[in-house]
């Protein structure tokens, strides 16, 4: 699935129906929050201003959906969730809990500063208005391992909870605490300080006995559209063949940036992806190559057996406008069928592919694919339902290639 920028209108808050203040326990933003809504249903209440009123058939909808807790490493970085949140235009989280820890470990006060919002999305011409709710916490630098019991008791019961945790994983043990209440878990390895651990943190949850959450990651979504148009080379019978006579794969990504991340995860994951559909097997795991990653996976040849070595190689690109995902990808064959297949992204809205064997003459073609925003990413990933055992496949694949690495986990 192709995942585009959302253009839907922001939700604004309600007028008259926030609230901010110093608490020093979930139970007053709870009251807070019952009081605002039976405000819309009272004579006079804010639903009920004059010209406020819906006309017949265009009545007000509550999101009743999920539950969806926001962990922020800075002030800025929520803000940013709040606005991600605020622009979701197809599904509406119930309540949006948006924390992070003040900054200065001087604001250590007991307690914490909550700010309460009914946001509203504009009705369009076939869905009515639809209000949900959006809680900002901050609380003390000193406070931030009591954040299951800031959290639990804001959750709508009955409901399901994801959690959108910005950077990565690690140690911390409010991830593994909070890992315990949800049932979804959203990351964006890209953001990651250090991607490979990052991953093999992850993978390792995958692995864990008894119950996880479904994990998805925004790097992975963004990658949607190159491996659909991959997939797309080999549809024709003329070309399914050269899938078996693999012997080079190059992928090119966004190198790391100062607060952008990097495109590693996403390669990564591309190269887990391949493997894991066509059957490939570790063989060695990642090594420097110049300023990027080499390793050789093994294909088994479905005609004879044998093991055959695909070269993989993975570089980091310097150019800073094509976003942080993936940059390029090149697919050589060789043997009974050879062929040349290659994606590559020319700017910020599309990218051209080439394809060429012996029997087919050079194909190529220009593809509508501009990198989604966060909020484009969050409506897609709230959306979500099942586990994506393809991306559970390609993670674990990804994550073993890194066992052994030299040189440590550079982005």
């Keep these: ?13 309600v007028q008259a129906a926030a609230w901010q203040a110093h608490v020093l326990d979930a139970g007053a933003v709870q009251a807070e929050l019952d009081r605002l809504w039976a405000g819309f249903h009272e004579p006079g209440g804010v639903a009920g201003q004059e010209g406020d009123e819906p006309g017949p058939g265009e009545g007000l909808v509550r999101a009743t959906t999920l539950n ?5 490493r800075s002030k800025a970085e929520a803000a940013r969730m709040e606005a991600a949140v605020a622009r979701q235009t197809r599904f509406h989280p119930s309540r949006a809990i948006v924390f992070h820890a003040a900054e200065s470990a001087a604001e250590n006060s007991p307690g914490m500063d909550v700010r309460v919002e009914v946001l509203e999305q504009p009705r369009t011409r ?4 639809v209000r949900f709710e959006l809680i900002a916490v901050e609380t003390g630098a000193g406070q931030v391992e009591h954040l299951v019991s800031v959290v639990s008791p804001l959750l709508v019961a009955e409901l399901s909870d994801v959690l959108w945790w910005a950077g990565e994983p690690g140690d911390d043990p409010r991830f593994d605490d909070l890992l315990a209440i949800v049932d979804r878990v959203l990351v964006d390895s890209a953001s990651f300080a250090d991607p490979g651990a990052g991953l093999a943190t992850l993978a390792a949850l995958l692995r864990r006995s008894g119950r996880c959450p479904a994990i998805c990651d925004f790097a992975w979504t963004r990658s949607a559209p190159w491996r659909q148009v991959v997939a797309q080379f080999f549809d ?4 399914r063949p050269c899938l078996n006579c693999l012997d080079e794969v190059a992928i090119g990504y966004a190198g790391s940036r100062p607060g952008r991340g990097s495109g590693l995860t996403s390669a990564l994951l591309l190269t887990g992806w391949l493997a894991t559909r066509l059957g490939w097997r570790s063989v060695s795991p990642l090594a420097p190559d110049g300023d990027g990653w080499a390793t050789t996976v093994g294909a088994t040849d479905p005609g ?3 093991v055959l070595d695909v070269a993989v190689r993975l570089t980091p690109s310097s150019d800073p406008t094509h976003g942080d995902g993936l940059r390029a990808v090149r697919l050589v064959s060789r043997g009974a069928a050879p062929g040349t297949f290659a994606v590559e992204q020319k700017d910020a809205v599309g990218l051209t592919t080439t394809s060429e064997t012996p029997t087919m003459p050079r194909v190529g073609r220009m593809i509508h694919a501009r990198a989604p925003d966060e909020a ?13 055992r393809v991306f559970e496949e390609a993670l674990s694949f990804a994550a073993g290639l890194l ?8 982005s």
Excluded: N, Q
């Design 1 to 13: 699935m192709t995942v585009t920028d959302t253009s839907g209108e922001r939700a604004e808050p």
């Design 68 to 72: 969806l807790i926001a962990v922020a």
């Design 126 to 129: 076939d869905r009515p208005p």
């Design 236 to 239: 024709a019978e003329a070309t």
């Design 304 to 306: 004879s057996g044998k």
């Design 376 to 388: 484009a990413l969050l409506d897609r990933e709230l959306h979500g339902i099942e586990r994506d």
């Design 403 to 410: 066992d052994g690495a030299e040189g440590g986990r550079r």
